[in-house]
């Protein structure tokens, strides 16, 4: 008895001594309040357990910024809209991206994520090229459609995992766009390994056989090389393609800088990982949110019947029919709100910055946490209420504080691509079944909104 609680003692005292001594490494003058947890852990299992739950206690005893050492890195979290905003519209004064290195090393050097500055300007303006408004409506739009009332075919009477579905769904249609690949042996090959190297980014840089990094950076090399092959073939080919790629590979405009084929890849393989799982998971959300609230569903299916009954039969959906879905694109907000499908965003510092009278070092990371913005009832009357209609007369989405596609410089390019994508699915969804949910779904939303168990549901024509 007496040796136990000897060893418990002892236990106590050096892990206090331990916490005290994490602390005290960090101790530089002007950093903002809060505590640093364990030597190298940090306070990571804290944060990734409660969350939300964890942020909100932070702020409760320290304020909108604090310190913290989460995910690997000294960390100082921002809950203050609008100092969250100051970072956003102020990378040149030292907030860059600050993704972990697992994201970096699968994503690309060249990758836009990984790049600021001048090179960093170059692989956006390809990129906005690439989902401006006139290449939605002239090239893409078109692909969408094609690709949407197909790929809902045949779904009557069939139970579905909705999430599968809309993961599916995001990426078949992302590749289609980009270098016209339909569904067939190619594109499975492709999907294998890109789920693969979604998840690589998603976990600690351990590189060892087994480790879902591992098998990332071995996805990553593989779809390189498929895209390189696809690349090749373009080259020596004559015929004219009329995708995304077609357009990367032709750049001429002299004002644009011409991109190598190596950040080519990694534009490609930014443009497929940025809109997959954005895109899925607010379309499975969508579903889930229409599903239980009937009024809503009813608004959405009127006014895509509406569009349906003024097209004859066949009739792709074009630009007019997309911008006049206006209680659509608010399903599309209100879901990205409610679900807070982007938590926040990653900067580091590159050199001791000051913010509110505190100092940052340089090398920190800086969690830019939105999540809280999407509750406050000052911006959101009644916020935990499902209310799309909130979006259609308050100009909500021109409020300085609205944050759902990021802000500043790093301001998401695909937002409208993105949404046109969502609309068309909820289209020949809403037009064609009627569903209902098969048992309960669980739903986790933190730290990123998934259903373990899959979101099943049965399926009928309408
Ligand atoms: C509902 C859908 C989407 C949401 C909620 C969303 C959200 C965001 C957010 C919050 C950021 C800011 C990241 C940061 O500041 O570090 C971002 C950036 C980005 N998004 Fe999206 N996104 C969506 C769809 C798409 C789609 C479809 C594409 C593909 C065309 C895309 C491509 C990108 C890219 C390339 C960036 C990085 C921009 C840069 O660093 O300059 N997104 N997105």
Redesign the pocket.
Known sequence: MVVLLMAICSCLVTCGALLRWNGMRYRKKGLPPGTMGWPVFGETTEFLKQGPGFMKNKKHRYGSLFKSHILGCPTVVCMDPELNRFI?VNEGKGFI?GYPQSMLDILGRSN??AVHGSP?KNM?SA?LGL?SPPMIRDQLLPKIDEFMRSYVDNWNGRVVDIQEKTKEMALMSALKQIAGIEAGPASEALKTEIFKLVLGTLSLPINFPGTNYHQGLKARRKVVSMLQDIINQRRISTCSYNDMLDSLLKIDDKSKAKLDDKQIIDLII??VY??YE??ST?SMMAVKYLHDHPKVLEEVRNEHLRIEKSKLHGDAINWNNYKSMKFTRAV?LET?RMAT??NG??RKTTKDVEVNGFTIPKGWRIYVYTREINYDPCMYQEPLTFNPWRWLHNKLDSHHHF????GG???????E???A??AIFLHYFVTRYRWDEVGGAHILKFPRVHAPNGLYIHVWDN
């Open positions: 956003l991206p836009i994520a960093h956006r990129m989902v930014a443009l940025s809109g954005t895109v607010t599309i990205l499908v982007v965003v990653l944050m759902l596609f990021g410089s790093r301001m998401c390019p695909g937002k691509l993105g949404t994508e969502i």
